[in-house]
């Protein structure tokens, strides 16, 4: 079982809408959470890193981390066509490793 | 952007052969990290490294060695090419202070192993 697990869609979410992006991680002792974007060619790019039980918004995304469950999520209101991306979900533990989720591919629709 | 630079960005090689891919940073980052991707599999952890001349396994590290011998370099050698190695790799690095510990990446390095 990998350490990271995301649904890996693809989810179709309406213009407009909020699309909502899941993660759960198996290492109870990891510290860092972050979510990425990968444009399909392209490389990751951070949108957001959350280290703390609660949520962490910037502009249209918010992060949401429950250490308890072992869950990360990610909200993207007003969702635009411009966000159609794979997601992935990462997780730092103690030892520096960066491990990532298998991602999960946002469609949405004009 | 981060100076991240993975050469070559593609290769072809057949079976058999052994491979190096290079990753070079101007950011004196720490951290150095080779990751493959594969469809279904996301991004998947070979090897990394904390510091000039130390590494550890990641994930997937069979078949794969790498060194680091200074602070810019960090190189993935594929010992003995297999068809299976056929993928994406991506390098990337992190500083050790940045707040939000985000990864560069560098552009990819597509190797098709025939």
């Known amino acids: 079982q990998k350490e990271v697990e995301q649904n890996s869609g693809p989810l179709s979410v309406p213009e407009g809408a909020i699309a909502s992006l899941n993660c759960t991680y198996s290492?109870?002792?990891?510290?860092?959470f972050f979510w990425y974007r990968q444009y399909s060619g392209k490389s990751p790019e951070l949108i957001m890193s959350?280290?703390?039980?609660g949520d962490k918004e910037d502009g249209r995304f918010t992060a949401q981390l429950n250490k308890a469950s072992q869950y990360v999520s990610l909200l993207i209101r007003d969702s635009q066509p411009s966000d159609s991306a794979t997601y992935l979900c990462?997780?730092?533990?103690?030892?520096?490793?960066?491990?990532f989720g298998k991602g999960t591919r946002l469609h949405i629709l004009p | 952007d981060a100076g991240i630079t993975q050469s070559p960005r593609h290769k072809v090689t057949e079976t058999g052969t052994p491979v190096t891919l290079r990753c070079h940073q101007t950011?004196?980052?720490?951290?150095m990290y080779w990751y493959r991707q594969d469809p279904g599999h996301g991004l998947r952890l070979i090897h990394y490294?904390?510091?000039?001349?130390?590494?550890d396994k990641g994930e997937v590290s069979d078949g794969y060695s790498v060194s680091r011998s200074k602070t810019e370099d960090f190189l993935l050698t594929l010992e003995s090419a297999t068809s299976s190695q056929t993928s994406v790799y991506f390098c990337?690095?992190?500083?050790?202070?940045?707040?939000?510990?985000?990864?560069?990446f560098g552009s990819g390095t597509q190797l098709s192993v025939l």
């Open positions: 990337a690095t992190r500083g050790d202070r940045d707040v939000h510990e985000k990864l560069f």
């Open positions: 290492d109870r002792v990891s510290q860092s």
């Open positions: 959350i280290y703390s039980n």
């Open positions: 990462a997780v730092r533990g103690r030892d520096d490793k960066i491990i």
């Open positions: 950011e004196n980052h720490r951290y």
């Open positions: 490294s904390y510091g000039v001349k130390d590494t």
